[in-house]
């Protein structure tokens, strides 16, 4: 195990605490949705890399958060049923991992060994229960697409979510044509984690000039084979990319959605900015702190005004990209994270998507000129005049 890999769990750090923020809360919102709406009375959460269950400072890992959702449903006596599966592979953090989640016994089931090797034991498990996936490796290795096939590919309703690292596809795709002992082995680890065969047709699809350029073409060549085999299994595929950034202003890795339904694309895009929402003003404390200096006289907008300038910038694009159109309200939402290489995705609340609609009611040339029901609701159609 690496240096980094042995640190990594001795203490949360920012941006991993708010990456778990952003799994419990979509793990809550799924667990309800889909124990409430299918037949079958359990909801599956599986942590493919799942790690130790707590950090050395004490702080929950997502095994444990999880769990205690997992209690939570038990206590309260839900209809349905959340179950908790781990996966862990180094031996340590399997102990711990056990240990931590020892006080859960009934509502998890742990597996020591990688995620590939258990997975197809997993899904025999799992049946036509909803699943959701979290797929958080340390680099890349042991998240081969034909992982990634067998999961979309599965009978019931399926949501993953994957950290997408970035920086070590960009370390291995520097082996394409270095020369160097063991660079063939590394190349096929990135075959394998996009499911290409030929060297040369990956390498064509990573290369760009600039380090930005060639981070966004393989997150972008990740999220569409995504949302390609999505579509190849169940008729519709929906996948995003979120950038998680440290407080110094870093982004670490990039946090990738993946599901066959636009409600789900929906639900994810919300609950990051839930999350994510107050970074900017943790981020200004961090740089305070870092500083040792006080700003005792803010200039900062208020929270109203962030909100307005995001509804102003939002309706600007809708009436772009609806000009002329019918559309209920989920559509125009769709189109909007997915616009524009899907910036909107994860930066945009519900609250400021109804504003935004409200907005282009207003003036004596309002550029929405009819509507059959509430801003807010999600079966409103909305009519777009044509420029």
Same mark, same amino acid.
Request: glycine fraction near 8%.
């Given at each position: 195990?690496?240096?980094?890999?042995?640190?990594?769990?001795?203490?949360?750090?920012?941006?991993?605490?708010?990456?778990?923020?952003?799994?419990?809360?979509?793990?809550?919102?799924?667990?309800?949705?889909?124990?409430?709406?299918?037949?079958?009375?359990?909801?599956?959460?599986?942590?493919?890399?799942?790690?130790?269950?707590?950090?050395?400072?004490?702080?929950?890992?997502?095994?444990?958060?999880?769990?205690?959702?997992?209690?939570?449903?038990?206590?309260?006596?839900?209809?349905?049923?959340?179950?908790?599966?781990?996966?862990?592979?180094? *031996? $340590?953090?399997? +102990? @711990?991992?056990?240990?931590?989640?020892?006080? %859960?016994?009934?509502? /998890?089931?742990?597996?020591? =060994?990688?995620?590939?090797?258990?997975?197809?034991?997993?899904?025999?498990?799992?049946?036509?229960?909803?699943?959701?996936?979290?797929?958080?490796?340390?680099?890349?290795?042991?998240?081969?697409?034909?992982?990634?096939?067998?999961?979309?590919?599965?009978?019931?309703?399926?949501?993953?979510?994957?950290?997408?690292?970035?920086?070590?596809?960009?370390?291995?795709?520097?082996?394409?044509?270095?020369?160097?002992?063991?660079?063939?082995?590394?190349?096929?680890?990135?075959?394998?984690?996009?499911?290409?065969?030929?060297?040369?047709?990956?390498?064509?699809?990573?290369?760009?000039?600039?380090?930005?350029?060639?981070?966004?073409?393989?997150?972008?060549?990740?999220?569409?084979?995504? *949302? $390609?085999?999505? +579509? @190849?299994?169940?008729?519709?595929?929906?996948? %995003?990319?979120?950038? /998680?950034?440290?407080?110094? =202003?870093?982004?670490?890795?990039?946090?990738?959605?993946?599901?066959?339904?636009?409600?789900?694309?929906?639900?994810?895009?919300?609950?990051?900015?839930?999350?994510?929402?107050?970074?900017?003003?943790?981020?200004?404390?961090?740089?305070?702190?870092?500083?040792?200096?006080?700003?005792?006289?803010?200039?900062?907008?208020?929270?109203?005004?962030?909100?307005?300038?995001?509804?102003?910038?939002?309706?600007?694009?809708?009436?772009?990209?609806?000009?002329?159109?019918?559309?209920?309200?989920?559509?125009?939402?769709?189109?909007?994270?997915?616009?524009?290489?899907?910036?909107?995705?994860?930066?945009?609340?519900?609250?400021?998507?109804?504003?935004?609609?409200?907005?282009?009611?207003?003036?004596?040339?309002?550029?929405?000129?009819?509507?059959?029901?509430?801003?807010?609701?999600?079966?409103?159609?909305?009519?777009?005049?044509?420029?």
């Amino acid at each position: 195990m690496s240096q980094d890999k042995d640190n990594f769990f001795r203490e949360q750090k920012n941006w991993s605490k708010r990456k778990l923020a952003i799994i419990r809360g979509y793990l809550a919102s799924f667990s309800k949705i889909l124990g409430s709406t299918t037949k079958q009375s359990c909801v599956y959460f599986i942590d493919g890399f799942a790690g130790a269950g707590r950090y050395q400072d004490g702080s929950p890992g997502s095994p444990y958060l999880a769990a205690e959702l997992a209690q939570q449903y038990c206590n309260e006596q839900r209809p349905y049923h959340l179950n908790c599966i781990n996966i862990e592979e180094n *031996e $340590e953090n399997y +102990r @711990n991992l056990v240990l931590v989640t020892a006080p %859960f016994n009934g509502l /998890i089931d742990n597996y020591f =060994g990688s995620f590939s090797s258990n997975l197809q034991l997993i899904l025999n498990k799992i049946g036509k229960c909803p699943a959701l996936f979290f797929i958080d490796p340390f680099g890349v290795k042991g998240t081969e697409w034909k992982c990634m096939h067998k999961i979309i590919h599965r009978q019931a309703p399926t949501d993953i979510w994957i950290r997408f690292d970035h920086k070590t596809i960009r370390r291995l795709s520097g082996f394409f044509d270095s020369g160097t002992r063991g660079a063939e082995s590394k190349i096929q680890n990135l075959l394998e984690l996009y499911g290409i065969s030929r060297p040369d047709n990956l390498y064509q699809m990573l290369q760009g000039d600039l380090p930005e350029e060639r981070i966004f073409k393989a997150l972008s060549l990740y999220v569409g084979k995504l *949302e $390609e085999e999505f +579509r @190849n299994a169940r008729g519709t595929g929906y996948s %995003f990319g979120f950038p /998680i950034v440290s407080l110094n =202003g870093e982004i670490k890795y990039h946090l990738v959605f993946a599901s066959a339904h636009q409600k789900a694309a929906l639900l994810a895009s919300e609950t990051i900015y839930s999350v994510e929402r107050n970074r900017n003003h943790e981020t200004e404390e961090y740089k305070q702190r870092k500083s040792g200096q006080l700003i005792l006289f803010s200039t900062e907008p208020t929270e109203e005004e962030i909100s307005l300038f995001i509804s102003e910038k939002l309706s600007l694009d809708m009436k772009r990209l609806c000009a002329g159109e019918q559309l209920g309200r989920q559509e125009i939402y769709m189109r909007i994270i997915r616009d524009n290489n899907k910036k909107w995705f994860g930066n945009f609340s519900s609250s400021h998507f109804t504003k935004a609609l409200s907005l282009l009611q207003a003036g004596i040339d309002p550029v929405i000129t009819a509507r059959d029901g509430a801003n807010s609701k999600e079966k409103t159609i909305f009519t777009f005049r044509a420029s």
